[in-house]
């Protein structure tokens, strides 16, 4: 039975309609779209599943549908430019090395993409937050083995990335956060002084810079989603899959790979990994990338990039989310039994920093992560003292 449409809010409906429109427009014959779920989305966007009521061509029995609301900033890059051609890429590739959804078509003029309906997958978050932790692990096993899949499957296709968003309007193209990492680069020294009385020692600053060259044009680029938070990231039979490149850009693999160590930087579901868990992941990811670039494959040559990867993530992470606890400390998301508190966060990011660099070479860091997790804690003193690890492994750790 079709279900009463008049029960959805408006902005799903009306995303609807424009799909109608538009896969009617191009297929030449009426289609008609029932049934629709609203899967959620965001601020900026509406996204809905629905059925095919009326479909006199093969396209499938479901669709998704994301609709930006809104007119895009015209001194800003277009998201809705990014998906596109975030989609367009993948959807050239070979099924087998696809990490997303498959797109279907898309309206510049209504801001509308149709997609493939990868199924009521859940997502990353729903296993780290669930009661099974060997389901939890295989999930980030399958994560960090899609992240290299992907990396793999884009090294080399920066250009055709930009052809595609110059076809949409867009002159250039880079990661959304090298503006914000530059901008940390600089001031994180001043906050830590200013917020814990904290003295970032020059020998400290001079090696967070260090950490730039990731920014620029180096030799191991490929596609990033900018945000894989788990709670983008589907859990399919086919494995992970991507979703959400509103932010999609090419960048060094390193930066993305380090997720598995800060871990997931300045996400809300940013909790701790059981020991071991992220060594098992950059090993399931290395696996997937080495052929592409077989010099990764040199533990020194991989382990100085994840270091400066990881420096990088957590003075980022720092100048984002230490300013928001001038007053009062509070979780680093909304949902505070899904999210942990950011005096919390921080702190584990330093003293996990300091750990690796005492190891990689860089003592001033070292020396620096210690102080500036021991002054959180003396800070907030009512927050706990540690980063506790996803609720999955709760049970067993």
Request: hydrophobic share 45%.
């Amino acid at each position: 039975m079709v279900q009463d449409l008049g029960s959805f809010p408006r902005p799903v409906l009306a995303a609807l309609t424009a799909a109608e429109r538009l896969l009617t427009r191009r297929s030449g014959a009426g289609i008609v779209l029932a049934d629709p779920e609203d899967l959620g989305g965001s601020d900026r966007s509406v996204v809905a599943r629905a059925r095919v009521a009326r479909n006199p061509f093969s396209l499938p029995r479901t669709l998704v549908v994301k609709h930006y609301l809104g007119r895009p900033d015209p001194d800003r890059p277009d998201p809705f430019h990014y998906e596109v051609a975030s989609c367009q890429l993948f959807t050239a590739l070979p099924t087998d090395a696809r990490p997303s959804p498959v797109l279907i078509a898309h309206d510049p003029q209504s801001r509308l993409l149709v997609m493939e309906d990868l199924g009521r997958s859940s997502t990353l978050a729903d296993k780290l937050f669930g009661p099974d932790p060997a389901a939890a692990q295989r999930c980030l096993l399958s994560w960090a083995r899609a992240l290299g899949r992907m990396q793999a499957a884009t090294a080399g296709r920066e250009n055709d990335f930009g052809a595609l968003l110059r076809r949409l309007g867009e002159r250039a193209w880079r990661d959304p956060m090298a503006e914000d990492a530059r901008v940390a680069l600089a001031g994180v020294a001043g906050l830590l002084e200013q917020e814990l009385g904290v003295t970032v020692p020059p020998a400290a600053v001079h090696e967070a810079h260090e950490t730039a060259r990731l920014l620029g044009g180096t030799r191991y680029r490929a596609f990033s989603p900018s945000d894989t938070c788990p709670d983008n990231n589907l859990v399919t039979s086919r494995g992970v899959r991507f979703v959400d490149f509103e932010w999609g850009c090419f960048r060094d693999v390193a930066l993305d790979a380090a997720y598995f160590r800060v871990p997931f930087p300045g996400c809300e579901a940013s909790f701790a990994l059981p020991p071991g868990l992220a060594d098992t992941m950059l090993e399931a990811w290395r696996n997937e990338i080495a052929a592409v670039w077989p010099d990764l494959d040199e533990p020194d040559r991989l382990e100085h990039r994840l270091l400066h990867a990881q420096l990088l993530w957590v003075w980022l992470c720092t100048w984002w989310l230490l300013p928001r606890i001038r007053v009062r400390d509070m979780p680093v998301g909304q949902d505070p039994t899904r999210s942990p508190r950011i005096s919390t966060a921080i702190a584990h990011y330093w003293r996990e920093m300091s750990r690796t660099a005492a190891v990689g070479g860089l003592p001033a860091t070292a020396e620096l992560g210690t102080l500036v997790a021991d002054a959180l804690v003396k800070r907030f003193p009512d927050a706990p003292g540690s980063l506790p690890v996803y609720p999955a492994f709760r049970s067993v750790a």
